[in-house]
């Protein structure tokens, strides 16, 4: 239990920064929010129908999902790039800010309002009677008596705030529910914890501070109101210091969501960084944001696949060989946006469909072909994501697959679903170490419904220029064989003794370099070889 606590301490006392970026984050929102929903508030109070416009719509804001409402303002904050220039961010704090504060608003302009129109009227009149004007009565007598009730608002907003901040993971910007998805695909709890005592301990900060400024506007005690919003706003000064980007020139490294993207993200950051570069890196970022991401150069370097690429973004529905897909690939991203790709990886990470090779072989299922009778009696489980994708069309257009029943899981959960019987059938990935360990059957694929999808290093715009930059990452480029991912996936993925991303990530590069020196050393003799033979013959 002493090692389990240490660790919890470790990973704790490690998100310093993913802490300071969280607090200038909800800070942020929760400020603007206020900005918003305060003089909306003037406008739509003791206006019946002013009232019911405003808290619908802020109502309406509520019942959209946070993730959804966070993912809803990358395609609108891209398109307006036409009209501000490629320098308005489309990921990162801007969306995050403008999605949380949209959030924020509901509480603070329900208590404001609620306020407003419970003033005792006989004070308002008295107001009145010693000819206030309207701004006069509102700065001297409405807002002084309704301060109390708004900032018990405001108070509920910023534990909202705080708590739906944690998803600003999914559109790049770092906060503290950088651990919590991080540990949720890698199932480590140690950083899942970590990340979710984080966050309800700001929050309970937050809110006790906050708290003492509205006990202060209730017992008229300038002192606790000053006090309270002093610790704030040192809280807040704290964490913008600590957040002061210095140093070398930064680089951002993409990454999807699964045990494979993190170790690669951090192989390519570790490459830079030996470089020269400081490298930060953007995780949990989806196949329909990350590309254009990349493109819109928001991120610098990332690894998608040929298959995803080619459906996805290119939406082609035919098929190439390896080496032709992944050169079409290049072609049509430097033509389309300036992208550039710096090569294969040396490995693919298929869409798979895989079984438990007992149930499999008991049931006479070798292929997608052989699937499609049993079918409607099985349960496919599937990655958050492939059900919504072409491929999943293609495949199930191909063969006729009706399954009795789909179900979206984590990649990682989605192998324990399958263990557990949760799943029938799963869409496995081609170089992930749980196939062999679970003893899975990857069934075959006649018809070939499924693209190739070799792993492509891509670097936007800017850095395609940057020779170095690209020189730094050439060294990847075929250096990766499958056996060697599978290996990498697996420490990370497995149930025993796993290994973080970076480590594994420092192992794989261990492997590449010792390849790499093997290769040249088997060169170099097979040159000097040729060289004796040569003067021996003659």
């Not at 064989?481 to 993925?493: C, Q, W």
Request: a positive charge; charged letters at 20%; aromatic letters at 6%.
């Amino acid at each position: 239990m002493s090692a389990q606590l240490r660790a919890l301490a470790t990973a704790v006392g490690g998100l310093g920064d993913k802490l300071a970026a969280h607090v200038l984050l909800s800070a942020a929102a929760l400020a603007l929010g206020i900005v918003i929903a305060l003089p909306l508030a003037v406008w739509a109070s003791g206006r019946p129908n002013r009232t019911r416009i405003a808290l619908g719509v802020a109502g309406l804001v509520q019942t959209i999902p946070a993730l959804a409402l966070l993912a809803l303002f990358f395609p609108v904050l891209l398109s307006l790039r036409a009209v501000f220039g490629p320098r308005l961010p489309a990921l990162g704090f801007l969306p995050a800010l403008l999605a949380l504060t949209l959030y924020a608003l509901l509480p603070i302009l329900r208590n404001a309002v609620t306020a407003r129109s419970n003033l005792d009227p006989a004070v308002l009149e008295a107001a009145d009677g010693v000819g206030m004007t309207p701004l006069q009565k509102l700065r001297l007598v409405e807002a002084p008596l309704a301060a109390p009730y708004v900032m018990a608002g405001i108070r509920t907003a910023a534990v909202w705030t705080i708590g739906a901040a944690t998803l600003s993971t999914t559109v790049g910007q770092p906060s503290l529910g950088d651990p919590i998805f991080a540990g949720l695909q890698l199932q480590d709890w140690t950083e899942v914890l970590a990340g979710c005592l984080a966050a309800a301990a700001l929050a309970i900060v937050a809110d006790a501070l906050l708290g003492l400024v509205e006990s202060g506007l209730a017992l008229r005690s300038p002192e606790r109101v000053w006090l309270g919003l002093g610790l704030a706003l040192a809280g807040i000064a704290t964490a913008a210091l600590f957040g002061i980007d210095r140093g070398r020139d930064e680089v951002t490294i993409g990454a999807k969501n699964f045990s494979e993207q993190y170790i690669l993200a951090h192989l390519i950051g570790d490459r830079l960084e030996h470089a020269g570069y400081r490298v930060r890196y953007r995780t949990g970022l989806g196949s329909a944001v990350i590309y254009r991401a990349l493109a819109s150069g928001e991120i610098d370097a990332y690894v998608d696949y040929a298959g995803t690429l080619w459906t996805n973004e290119m939406k082609r529905r035919d098929t190439l060989p390896h080496g032709a897909m992944a050169a079409a690939i290049g072609d049509w991203a430097k033509r389309t946006s300036g992208v550039r790709l710096v090569g294969p990886l040396g490995f693919e990470n298929a869409y798979a469909f895989a079984m438990r090779g007992e149930v499999a072989r008991a049931q006479g299922i070798a292929t997608l072909a052989d699937l499609t009778r049993a079918a409607p009696r099985l349960t496919l489980g599937a990655d958050l994501e492939f059900l919504s994708r072409p491929e999943w069309r293609s495949v199930r257009d191909a063969y006729g697959l009706d399954f009795a029943r789909t179900r979206n899981f984590a990649p990682s959960f989605m192998y324990d679903a399958l263990k557990g019987g949760e799943a029938d059938v799963i869409s496995a990935f081609s170089s992930d170490g749980r196939i062999a360990a679970d003893k899975l059957m990857v069934l075959g694929d006649p018809k070939a419904a499924l693209p190739s999808y070799d792993a492509l290093l891509l670097v936007n715009p800017r850095r395609a220029s940057d020779a170095r930059f690209v020189r730094t990452l050439q060294s990847l480029v075929g250096a990766i064989p499958v056996e060697a991912m599978r290996r990498a996936n697996y420490s990370v993925d497995r149930a025993e003794g796993k290994e973080a991303p970076e480590q594994a990530a420092r192992e794989l590069a261990r492997a590449i370099d010792s390849r790499a020196r093997a290769s040249t050393g088997s060169a170099r003799a097979g040159a000097g070889g040729s060289g004796n033979s040569h003067s021996g013959g003659g």
